[in-house]
């Protein structure tokens, strides 16, 4: 079930990814750069986390 879009590459993915109906996803549904912000905005939170916490320590340890 491969579909030929306008520019000539096809409108599916081509690794087996359906959708949660079991449906084949769309190549321009999927992905792309709408994941790699969650992905950056996940792999950024922990680092800010770790960051705010060694400040605090740092403030605490400084001689209150």
């Known amino acids: 079930m491969t579909m ?3 520019n000539g590459k096809e409108d599916y993915t081509e690794d087996g990814t ?8 769309l190549r321009s549904n999927t ?4 994941a790699c912000s969650f992905i950056v905005g996940n792999m950024q939170q922990p680092l800010v986390s770790l960051i705010a916490i060694l ?3 740092m403030y605490v340890n400084s001689g209150l």
Do not use: A, N, S
């Open 4 to 6: 030929v879009g306008e």
């Open 18 to 25: 359906v959708d949660l109906k079991g449906r084949p996803v």
């Open 31 to 34: 992905g792309r750069w709408r």
């Open 55 to 57: 400040k605090l320590i």
